[in-house]
């Protein structure tokens, strides 16, 4: 149960303690035939070769009113080749989110 309260613990994320690793656009909700995850995102990783090296990153999308949502890379999307990864956030993002830009923080 600790590890669990640990994953959703919020890092703070400030432009002096840590550099950007990649950029990203958030795709849309993960979803499945009848279901709709709207804590989960595809965000494709615009300017990283290797999107396996981003799991576990902390992401970070800022929507127009200036809400700030931190997440998680939790795995890729696929095999790695189309550059999708699928982040998971504590507070589930609105959709007025989806096409707007993701920025990926290594955690310390």
């Not at 902390?58 to 890729?76: A, E, F, Q, S």
């Amino acid at each position: 149960m600790l590890e669990l309260l640990n994953y959703y613990q919020v890092v703070s994320i400030s432009s002096g303690s840590s550099s950007p690793v990649a950029l990203g656009i958030v795709l849309g909700y993960r979803r499945g035939s009848n279901t709709q995850y709207v804590n989960q995102v595809y965000i494709k990783v615009l300017d990283h070769p290797n999107v396996h090296s981003l799991v576990g990153c902390r992401v970070k999308v800022v929507d127009d009113h200036g809400n700030t949502y931190l997440g998680k890379v939790i795995k890729v999307h696929g095999r790695g080749r189309n550059g999708v990864v699928i982040a998971t956030f504590n507070r589930n993002v609105p959709g007025q989110v989806i096409g707007r830009e993701a920025t990926f923080y290594r955690t310390s």
